[in-house]
């Protein structure tokens, strides 16, 4: 299979990084093509606006929507969001690997979001969830976080998959996606390096079968 993933972690050393690499590495050898997108690496500028664009269709006011209508025609998207869109639309699952920040994505993948995903190539009026443009593909989050597992089970700061679910449903599956069941590593600062390397081994081990996941919503 064609794999995307997109890393959102300053620290090279960091256990989203070993993470990160695992899954390359896993899948590699699993046969699977991987493409990547790391995103502080590459100094990625996440503010989205009319830098996006080569030109503009109205210079006097700006709305992203119809510029964004007006690039799918024009080719007027700047050169740097092309090459993400065209990973992934050349990937069957893409992975998405962060530390959670805020009960939500950290800034920096928040903006790839904004500026990739535009509308008259990702969605439109009528191509969303069921009829969206990636309709057939699959995503899964990674995600570490820093409080303990009993702190997303309860009323604390409410259950995990609540937390994930704007990200889920308000992005993924509202263009198309299938969304797999995420891979959540709790209390990521406290863990032994006993403990790191198990969870390592159980990410590779999940992902060497990838292929023959169901989606959450029971579907292979």
């Known amino acids: 299979m064609k794999i995307l993933i997109i890393l959102a972690h300053p620290e090279e050393k ?10 390359i590495k896993s899948l590699e050898e699993a046969g699977h093509e991987v493409r990547t997108t790391n995103l502080y ?8 606006g009319k830098e996006n664009f080569t030109r503009l269709k109205n210079t006097d006011y700006f709305k992203q929507q119809d510029e964004e209508l007006f690039a799918v025609q024009h080719s007027t998207l ?18 998405w690997q962060f530390p959670l920040y805020w ?7 928040k903006g790839w979001v904004d500026k990739v995903f535009t509308m008259g190539r990702f969605y439109d009026n009528g191509k969303i969830f069921s ?10 989050l990674s995600v570490t976080t820093g409080g303990p597992q009993k702190n997303y089970v309860d009323d ?7 937390i994930l679910f704007p990200i889920h449903r308000g992005i993924l599956e509202f263009l198309g996606f299938s969304v797999l069941q995420p891979e959540i590593i709790y209390s990521v600062e406290r863990l032994t390096d006993e ?8 990410w590779s081990k999940r992902l060497i079968n990838i292929e023959k996941e169901i989606t959450k919503n029971g579907v292979l």
């Open 41 to 48: 690496k590459e100094n990625y500028q996440p503010v989205s």
């Open 14 to 23: 960091s256990f989203n990084a070993a993470m990160f690499s695992t899954a």
């Open 103 to 109: 009960f939500s994505v950290p800034a920096i993948l």
């Open 195 to 202: 403990e790191r390397k198990t969870l390592l081994n159980n």
């Open 78 to 95: 700047m050169p740097n969001i092309v090459l993400e869109q065209e990973k992934i639309e050349w990937c069957d699952i893409m992975i």
């Open 156 to 162: 604390r700061y409410g259950d995990i998959n609540s």
């Open 131 to 140: 009829n969206g443009f990636s309709v057939g593909k699959k995503a899964m």
